[in-house]
Protein backbone atom coordinates (compact mmCIF):
# COMPACT_ATOMS: atom_id res chain seq x y z
CA UNK A 1 0.00 0.00 0.00
CA UNK A 2 1.57 3.55 -1.43
CA UNK A 3 -0.98 5.33 -1.21
CA UNK A 4 -4.62 6.57 1.67
CA UNK A 5 -7.40 8.89 1.24
CA UNK A 6 -9.22 9.42 4.78
CA UNK A 7 -11.46 11.23 6.18
CA UNK A 8 -10.23 13.42 9.46
CA UNK A 9 -13.36 14.10 11.95
CA UNK A 10 -13.97 16.49 13.80
CA UNK A 11 -14.38 16.51 17.27
CA UNK A 12 -16.08 18.58 20.34
CA UNK A 13 -13.88 18.99 23.32
CA UNK A 14 -14.60 19.55 26.95
CA UNK A 15 -18.02 18.66 26.68
CA UNK A 16 -18.41 21.17 29.36
CA UNK A 17 -17.35 19.30 32.76
CA UNK A 18 -14.40 17.52 31.43
CA UNK A 19 -12.18 20.54 30.60
CA UNK A 20 -8.97 19.01 28.67
CA UNK A 21 -9.61 15.61 29.58
CA UNK A 22 -13.20 14.39 27.83
CA UNK A 23 -14.01 14.44 23.97
CA UNK A 24 -16.32 13.09 21.46
CA UNK A 25 -16.25 12.45 17.67
CA UNK A 26 -18.78 13.67 14.87
CA UNK A 27 -18.92 11.91 11.61
CA UNK A 28 -20.83 14.91 9.80
CA UNK A 29 -17.96 17.19 9.38
CA UNK A 30 -14.36 16.85 8.96
CA UNK A 31 -10.89 17.00 6.54
CA UNK A 32 -9.83 15.27 3.98
CA UNK A 33 -5.90 13.92 3.84
CA UNK A 34 -4.37 11.84 0.85
CA UNK A 35 -1.52 10.87 2.39
CA UNK A 36 1.80 8.89 -0.35
CA UNK A 37 4.98 7.60 0.20
CA UNK A 38 7.69 9.43 -2.03
CA UNK A 39 11.05 8.37 -3.54
CA UNK A 40 12.74 11.83 -2.11
CA UNK A 41 13.27 9.98 1.88
CA UNK A 42 11.46 13.99 2.78
CA UNK A 43 8.37 14.77 4.68
CA UNK A 44 6.44 16.78 2.30
CA UNK A 45 2.98 18.81 3.17
CA UNK A 46 2.53 18.53 -1.11
CA UNK A 47 -1.16 20.44 -1.29
CA UNK A 48 -3.67 22.18 0.83
CA UNK A 49 -7.02 23.69 -0.26
CA UNK A 50 -10.10 25.09 1.68
CA UNK A 51 -7.25 27.17 3.84
CA UNK A 52 -4.67 29.06 3.93
CA UNK A 53 -1.75 27.10 6.24
CA UNK A 54 2.00 26.90 6.31
CA UNK A 55 3.39 24.48 3.91
CA UNK A 56 6.46 23.86 6.22
CA UNK A 57 6.58 20.66 8.05
CA UNK A 58 7.96 22.25 11.39
CA UNK A 59 5.03 25.04 10.82
CA UNK A 60 2.02 23.03 10.06
CA UNK A 61 0.06 20.64 12.97
CA UNK A 62 0.08 17.47 10.15
CA UNK A 63 3.84 18.37 9.60
CA UNK A 64 5.19 18.16 13.44
CA UNK A 65 3.10 15.38 14.28
CA UNK A 66 4.01 12.99 11.36
CA UNK A 67 7.43 14.36 11.94
CA UNK A 68 7.38 13.30 16.02
CA UNK A 69 6.16 9.89 14.58
CA UNK A 70 8.82 8.92 12.36
CA UNK A 71 11.49 10.61 14.75
CA UNK A 72 10.42 7.80 16.99
CA UNK A 73 11.00 4.88 14.07
CA UNK A 74 13.98 6.81 13.05
CA UNK A 75 12.25 5.93 9.91
CA UNK A 76 13.83 7.08 6.18
CA UNK A 77 10.88 6.57 4.02
CA UNK A 78 9.49 9.91 2.90
CA UNK A 79 5.73 10.69 2.63
CA UNK A 80 3.77 13.47 0.70
CA UNK A 81 0.74 14.86 2.69
CA UNK A 82 -2.59 16.73 0.87
CA UNK A 83 -4.97 18.00 2.91
CA UNK A 84 -8.57 19.48 2.07
CA UNK A 85 -9.55 21.37 5.10
CA UNK A 86 -13.31 21.58 5.65
CA UNK A 87 -12.96 22.28 9.14
CA UNK A 88 -12.14 25.96 9.48
CA UNK A 89 -8.73 26.49 11.73
CA UNK A 90 -10.51 28.40 15.22
CA UNK A 91 -13.96 26.69 14.89
CA UNK A 92 -13.54 25.22 18.34
CA UNK A 93 -14.40 21.89 16.43
CA UNK A 94 -11.11 20.17 16.50
CA UNK A 95 -9.32 21.41 13.20
CA UNK A 96 -6.09 21.26 14.36
CA UNK A 97 -6.97 17.62 16.00
CA UNK A 98 -7.90 16.32 12.58
CA UNK A 99 -4.80 16.89 10.55
CA UNK A 100 -2.31 15.97 13.00
CA UNK A 101 -4.35 12.86 13.70
CA UNK A 102 -4.89 12.09 10.27
CA UNK A 103 -1.40 12.45 9.24
CA UNK A 104 0.19 10.35 11.93
CA UNK A 105 -3.11 7.64 11.57
CA UNK A 106 -2.17 7.74 7.33
CA UNK A 107 1.99 7.15 7.76
CA UNK A 108 1.14 4.26 10.10
CA UNK A 109 -1.22 2.47 8.30
CA UNK A 110 1.49 3.15 5.08
CA UNK A 111 3.84 1.49 7.09
CA UNK A 112 1.95 -1.40 8.40
CA UNK A 113 0.62 0.13 11.40
CA UNK A 114 3.95 -0.16 14.01
CA UNK A 115 1.75 1.85 16.21
CA UNK A 116 -1.85 1.03 18.00
CA UNK A 117 -3.99 4.09 17.68
CA UNK A 118 -4.16 4.50 20.88
CA UNK A 119 -0.15 5.17 20.63
CA UNK A 120 -1.01 7.78 18.11
CA UNK A 121 -2.03 9.98 20.52
CA UNK A 122 0.91 11.12 21.61
CA UNK A 123 2.64 12.11 17.93
CA UNK A 124 -0.56 13.91 17.30
CA UNK A 125 -0.58 16.10 20.57
CA UNK A 126 2.58 17.21 19.50
CA UNK A 127 0.11 19.21 16.05
CA UNK A 128 -1.96 20.78 19.19
CA UNK A 129 1.34 21.93 21.34
CA UNK A 130 2.03 23.83 17.95
CA UNK A 131 -1.52 25.22 17.11
CA UNK A 132 -2.27 26.42 21.33
CA UNK A 133 0.82 26.10 23.18
CA UNK A 134 -0.73 23.23 24.88
CA UNK A 135 -0.27 19.36 23.77
CA UNK A 136 -3.85 18.75 24.97
CA UNK A 137 -5.18 15.39 24.03
CA UNK A 138 -8.78 16.09 23.96
CA UNK A 139 -9.65 16.40 20.26
CA UNK A 140 -6.68 14.34 18.85
CA UNK A 141 -8.07 11.41 21.20
CA UNK A 142 -11.46 11.02 19.80
CA UNK A 143 -10.31 11.72 16.43
CA UNK A 144 -8.02 8.89 16.49
CA UNK A 145 -10.37 6.49 18.63
CA UNK A 146 -13.97 7.12 17.98
CA UNK A 147 -16.69 7.93 20.01
CA UNK A 148 -15.80 9.60 23.78
CA UNK A 149 -12.49 9.51 25.00
CA UNK A 150 -11.40 10.11 28.89
CA UNK A 151 -7.58 11.33 29.68
CA UNK A 152 -7.23 9.78 32.85
CA UNK A 153 -3.72 11.69 32.89
CA UNK A 154 -1.53 13.40 31.05
CA UNK A 155 1.77 11.99 32.65
CA UNK A 156 1.65 9.10 32.04
CA UNK A 157 -0.45 9.75 29.06
CA UNK A 158 -3.52 7.32 29.87
CA UNK A 159 -6.76 7.07 27.75
CA UNK A 160 -9.63 5.40 27.95
CA UNK A 161 -12.58 4.67 25.45
CA UNK A 162 -15.89 5.34 26.64
CA UNK A 163 -18.96 4.26 25.29
CA UNK A 164 -21.56 6.00 23.58
CA UNK A 165 -25.68 6.35 23.30
CA UNK A 166 -26.81 5.32 19.86
CA UNK A 167 -29.54 8.04 19.90
CA UNK A 168 -27.40 10.93 20.67
CA UNK A 169 -27.07 13.72 18.29
CA UNK A 170 -24.79 17.11 18.65
CA UNK A 171 -25.57 19.88 16.92
CA UNK A 172 -23.04 22.61 16.53
CA UNK A 173 -23.01 26.29 15.84
CA UNK A 174 -20.21 28.11 14.64
CA UNK A 175 -20.27 31.68 14.55
CA UNK A 176 -17.72 33.07 12.24
CA UNK A 177 -15.50 35.04 14.21
CA UNK A 178 -11.53 33.21 14.38
CA UNK A 179 -10.92 32.36 18.39
CA UNK A 180 -7.81 31.20 18.87
CA UNK A 181 -7.63 28.04 21.45
CA UNK A 182 -4.05 29.99 22.66
CA UNK A 183 -6.05 33.10 23.18
CA UNK A 184 -8.73 31.29 24.66
CA UNK A 185 -6.52 29.42 27.09
CA UNK A 186 -4.71 32.72 28.25
CA UNK A 187 -8.43 34.19 30.22
CA UNK A 188 -8.78 30.91 32.06
CA UNK A 189 -7.70 31.53 35.72
CA UNK A 190 -5.31 29.25 36.82
CA UNK A 191 -6.58 28.18 40.91
CA UNK A 192 -10.17 26.96 41.06
CA UNK A 193 -12.37 26.85 44.43
CA UNK A 194 -12.43 23.92 45.93
CA UNK A 195 -16.53 24.67 45.72
CA UNK A 196 -16.58 24.47 42.16
CA UNK A 197 -14.21 21.57 41.54
CA UNK A 198 -16.39 19.65 43.92
CA UNK A 199 -19.16 20.55 41.49
CA UNK A 200 -17.36 19.38 38.72
CA UNK A 201 -15.87 16.35 39.49
CA UNK A 202 -19.20 15.17 40.57
CA UNK A 203 -20.59 16.15 36.75
CA UNK A 204 -17.98 14.39 35.28
CA UNK A 205 -18.56 11.42 37.42
CA UNK A 206 -21.72 11.17 36.53
CA UNK A 207 -21.69 11.72 32.93
CA UNK A 208 -19.40 8.69 32.88
CA UNK A 209 -21.77 6.82 34.51
CA UNK A 210 -24.41 8.20 32.22
CA UNK A 211 -22.82 7.01 29.42
CA UNK A 212 -22.37 3.02 30.93
CA UNK A 213 -25.90 3.16 32.29
CA UNK A 214 -27.54 4.90 29.02
CA UNK A 215 -29.09 7.05 30.92
CA UNK A 216 -29.90 10.62 28.35
CA UNK A 217 -31.29 12.32 31.07
CA UNK A 218 -28.47 12.32 33.83
CA UNK A 219 -25.91 12.88 30.68
CA UNK A 220 -27.81 16.22 29.90
CA UNK A 221 -27.78 17.60 33.41
CA UNK A 222 -23.75 17.26 33.94
CA UNK A 223 -23.19 18.86 30.73
CA UNK A 224 -22.66 21.66 33.69
CA UNK A 225 -19.47 24.01 33.62
CA UNK A 226 -18.61 25.94 36.57
CA UNK A 227 -15.04 26.74 36.08
CA UNK A 228 -14.39 27.46 32.40
CA UNK A 229 -17.36 28.51 30.42
CA UNK A 230 -18.13 31.65 32.58
CA UNK A 231 -15.02 33.16 31.68
CA UNK A 232 -15.28 31.86 27.77
CA UNK A 233 -18.91 32.41 26.91
CA UNK A 234 -18.41 35.88 26.93
CA UNK A 235 -16.23 35.97 23.87
CA UNK A 236 -19.43 34.23 22.20
CA UNK A 237 -22.06 36.09 20.38
CA UNK A 238 -25.24 35.24 22.34
CA UNK A 239 -24.03 32.23 24.11
CA UNK A 240 -26.84 32.70 27.08
CA UNK A 241 -29.83 32.95 24.47
CA UNK A 242 -27.94 29.97 22.52
CA UNK A 243 -28.20 28.08 25.63
CA UNK A 244 -31.81 28.89 26.89
CA UNK A 245 -33.10 28.23 23.34
CA UNK A 246 -31.32 25.09 23.04
CA UNK A 247 -32.69 23.30 26.83
CA UNK A 248 -36.36 25.44 26.25
CA UNK A 249 -36.57 23.22 23.07
CA UNK A 250 -35.56 20.05 24.48
CA UNK A 251 -32.03 19.78 24.13
CA UNK A 252 -30.01 17.69 26.86
CA UNK A 253 -27.57 19.77 27.44
CA UNK A 254 -25.59 22.64 25.73
CA UNK A 255 -22.02 23.93 26.28
CA UNK A 256 -19.13 25.71 24.49
CA UNK A 257 -17.26 22.94 21.80
CA UNK A 258 -13.23 22.91 23.09
CA UNK A 259 -11.95 26.21 23.29
CA UNK A 260 -15.02 27.80 21.38
CA UNK A 261 -16.06 30.18 19.43
CA UNK A 262 -18.23 26.94 18.79
CA UNK A 263 -21.50 25.74 20.88
CA UNK A 264 -23.16 22.40 20.84
CA UNK A 265 -26.53 21.14 22.13
CA UNK A 266 -26.30 17.49 22.59
CA UNK A 267 -29.84 15.79 22.18
CA UNK A 268 -31.95 12.76 22.18
CA UNK A 269 -32.93 11.39 18.75
CA UNK A 270 -33.33 13.60 15.06
CA UNK A 271 -36.42 15.33 15.90
CA UNK A 272 -35.20 17.37 18.61
CA UNK A 273 -31.88 17.99 16.90
CA UNK A 274 -33.77 19.36 14.12
CA UNK A 275 -36.02 21.37 16.43
CA UNK A 276 -32.59 23.14 18.25
CA UNK A 277 -31.34 23.63 14.82
CA UNK A 278 -34.11 25.58 13.10
CA UNK A 279 -34.66 27.58 16.56
CA UNK A 280 -30.94 28.13 16.08
CA UNK A 281 -31.37 29.22 12.24
CA UNK A 282 -33.79 31.21 12.85
CA UNK A 283 -32.18 33.00 15.98
CA UNK A 284 -28.87 33.85 14.17
CA UNK A 285 -30.17 34.80 10.84
CA UNK A 286 -30.75 38.54 11.83
CA UNK A 287 -27.41 38.74 13.85
CA UNK A 288 -24.93 39.85 11.33
CA UNK A 289 -22.78 37.58 12.21
CA UNK A 290 -22.33 34.16 9.98
CA UNK A 291 -22.33 31.08 10.73
CA UNK A 292 -22.63 27.27 9.86
CA UNK A 293 -24.65 24.66 11.66
CA UNK A 294 -23.35 21.03 11.66
CA UNK A 295 -25.44 18.24 12.91
CA UNK A 296 -24.01 15.06 13.54
CA UNK A 297 -24.08 11.60 14.65
CA UNK A 298 -21.76 10.33 17.34
CA UNK A 299 -18.85 9.07 15.32
CA UNK A 300 -17.90 5.58 16.77
CA UNK A 301 -15.08 4.66 14.70
CA UNK A 302 -12.82 8.05 14.37
CA UNK A 303 -10.89 8.46 10.96
CA UNK A 304 -12.41 6.73 7.97
CA UNK A 305 -10.40 5.31 4.93
CA UNK A 306 -12.05 6.34 1.77
CA UNK A 307 -9.88 4.60 -0.14
N1 LIG B 1 -9.32 21.47 25.99
C1 LIG B 1 -8.95 22.40 24.96
C2 LIG B 1 -9.32 23.80 25.43
C3 LIG B 1 -9.70 22.04 23.71
O1 LIG B 1 -10.43 23.97 25.90
O2 LIG B 1 -8.50 24.71 25.34
C4 LIG B 1 -9.42 22.94 22.55
O3 LIG B 1 -10.23 22.51 21.45
Known amino acids: ?????????????????????????????????????????TLRIT???GQELPLSIDENVAGVSAKALL??????QGFDIEIKKNIKAGSGIGSSAASAAGAVFGINKLLGEPFSANELIKFAMEGERLASGNAHADNVAPALLGGFSLVKSYEP?????????????????????ELKTRDSRSVIRQNVELKKAISQWGNLAALV?????QDYEL??????????????????????????????????????????????????????????????????????IDFDLHLSKINPGGIKILS
Open 219 to 288: LGRSLKDEIIEPVRSILIPYFDELKALALANGALGFGISGSGPSVFAMCKGDTVAEKVKAEFQEFYQDKN
Open 71 to 76: AELDEK
Open 1 to 41: MDKIKLFAPATVANLSCGFDVLGCCLDGVGDEMIISKNSEQ
Open 157 to 177: LEIISLPSLPELRMLVLHPLI
Open 209 to 213: SALYT
Open 47 to 49: KIT
